[in-house]
């Protein structure tokens, strides 16, 4: 069974940091893109940041750029979510999700829902004094 198995959300103060990490199970995440998205309440889904699955290369939104940055551990099977200088805006669920690369030149990577292929659990994210 191909599963995302997300770990590492809760509750911090404003200015904190958190990891997140969203793990394979079922499968070689290698050969995946990998997107961040989040949900607030009352606020639909924004995808946050996004590695693709050959080249490496990472898209962060404006309203994370210079403190959220995405990496991966293929050993390991896992991407990371790290989120410094937390800010209140950012207290929502963050999901990850996979997108299976189309062959070894496949670097596609977004920000939109759409083309991603399996879903994480989601984890929450509180951002609180």
């Known amino acids: 069974q191909l599963q995302l198995v997300q770990s590492g959300g809760g509750l911090v103060q404003p200015g904190g940091s958190l990891r997140l990490s969203c793990a394979a199970s079922?499968?070689?995440?290698?050969?995946?893109?990998i997107g961040w998205f989040r949900q607030a309440p009352g606020k639909e889904r924004e995808g946050v940041s996004c590695i693709s699955g050959n080249d490496w290369s990472t898209i962060l939104a404006d309203s994370v750029k210079g403190r959220f940055t995405i990496s991966r551990d293929n050993a390991k099977n896992t991407v990371y979510l790290q989120m410094n200088s937390l800010k209140t805006e950012d207290t929502a669920v963050y999901s990850c999700a996979a997108h299976r690369s189309r062959g070894s030149l496949d670097t596609w990577c977004a920000l939109t829902m759409q083309g991603f292929d399996y879903w994480g659990q989601g984890t929450q994210v509180t951002v609180s004094s």
């Open positions: 079922g499968f070689t995440l290698g050969y995946y893109a």
